[in-house]
T-cell receptor
Framework: SQKIEQNSEALNIQEGKTATLTCNYT??????LQWYRQDPGRGPVFLLLIRENEKEKRKERLKVTFDTTLKQSLFHITASQPADSATYLC?????????????FGAGTRLAVHP | DAGVIQSPRHEVTEMGQEVTLRCKPI?????LFWYRQTMMRGLELLIY????????DSGMPEDRFSAKMPNASFSTLKIQPSEPRDSAVYFCASTKGPLSSGNTIYFGEGSWLTVV
């Protein structure tokens, strides 16, 4: 069956360290993968997109890698800050009936401590 | 620019009552999505529309759920009759172009539904 897995346990790190979140998937062949941030009581907000032919993408302190052989994406936040504390969701595209749709992982909660 | 607008933000209703959630997508966006989020199941796609036409409703849990998009600027998700297990946050989202091109989905702030 198709599955997207993110660490269900919260990730606790110290301010200034690099946070690394993992997204694994099975039985999908996505053309791209997206990462979203969700704060409590809010809707998810888009952060980054990486395509299947891209190994790495960067945006400010954020870095995403995409390994289609391992079926895995890693999301890094360097020099983390308490303001980075949130839940991070990965989403990948899949086609159904000739149309694309985005399927989300359950998310990983990140807590950055001062 | 206004984002995706959802109403109500919070709703508490009794089991058996009809619930209607409303959504106004971002102007110019031609695809609209309804997602449901719970602790147990995460963010699930219920249904999506392209140019006001329902494309895939395979995520709609059962016949008690229905969704409409009468025009490009308005959509509703209706639950009738509601049950306690429908308690969740319901998100509406929209996108401008096809997802096949990697367009971003913009989410509303959600409608928090509690059925008692």
């Amino acid at each position: 069956s198709q599955k997207i897995e993110q660490n269900s346990e919260a990730l606790n790190i110290q301010e200034g360290k690099t946070a690394t979140l993992t997204c694994n998937y099975t039985n999908y062949s996505p053309a791209y993968l997206q990462w979203y941030r969700q704060d409590p009581g809010r809707g998810p907000v888009f952060l980054l997109l990486i395509r299947e032919n891209e190994k790495e993408k960067r945006k400010e302190r954020l870095k995403v890698t995409f390994d289609t052989t391992l079926k895995q994406s890693l999301f890094h936040i360097t020099a983390s800050q308490p303001a980075d504390s949130a839940t991070y969701l990965c989403a990948l595209d899949t086609t159904s009936g000739g149309y694309n749709k985005l399927i989300f992982g359950a998310g990983t909660r990140l807590a950055v401590h001062p | 620019d206004a984002g995706v607008i959802q109403s109500p933000r919070h709703e508490v209703t009794e089991m058996g009552q009809e619930v209607t959630l409303r959504c106004k997508p971002i102007s110019g966006h031609n695809s609209l999505f309804w997602y449901r989020q719970t602790m147990m199941r995460g963010l699930e796609l219920l249904i999506y529309f392209n140019n006001n036409v329902p494309i895939d409703d395979s995520g709609m849990p059962e016949d008690r759920f229905s969704a409409k998009m009468p025009n490009a600027s308005f959509s509703t998700l209706k639950i009738q009759p509601s049950e306690p297990r429908d308690s969740a946050v319901y998100f509406c989202a929209s996108t401008k172009g096809p997802l096949s091109s990697g367009n971003t989905i913009y989410f509303g702030e959600g409608s928090w539904l509690t059925v008692v």
